[in-house]
């Protein structure tokens, strides 16, 4: 809503902007995209990559550009209403494609095949559709993130453990 001259307030049809706890369409072509140029706008041969990956490159900085800009998607998500275990399984793709991906050379690899705009853009457009009844399958995602970095600490653990015991 937009007041006009007169004070009265007006409706702004087709427009972008959203006002707070307003609904975004299931398909939104902006998040479209934006997930489509991040992650798969280049084609190389049968592969395509997308300005995340190029981004990647740039040492240093590059990965931490793309999140920024993948952040919108989750931004638009967050102002659209879906819930918050989807907006967090959002940002723990970002973070992982961000983590990975700074990563010399085996990062640059990670970056072309781990699509998290348009995993992101499958979630969102999951939620906004109510197409998934439950958040069981986010909380699901976690508990297996979870469980794959505490065996991640366990095997470092023991392996420090193992080579202070042989060391003596």
Known sequence: MLLTQRGMPTRIQNTEIYQPGEKLPAEDRW???LAHVMDDAIP??????????VLGLIPGLGDMIGALISMLIVARAVQAGIPRVAVAR???????????????????????????????????????????????KHWGFFIALFLVVAAGIAA??????VLLRGAK
């Open 31 to 33: 998040m479209r995209q």
């Open 44 to 53: 190389i041969g049968p592969w395509s990559v997308g300005l995340d990956s």
């Open 90 to 136: 959002m940002v723990t793709n970002i973070a992982i494609d961000t983590l990975v991906g700074s990563i010399p050379v085996l990062g640059d690899a990670f970056d072309v095949a781990y699509r998290s705009n348009l995993m992101n853009l499958k979630i969102y457009e999951e939620a906004i559709s109510r197409r998934e009844a439950s958040t069981a």
């Open 156 to 161: 470092i653990t023991w392996g420090v453990i």
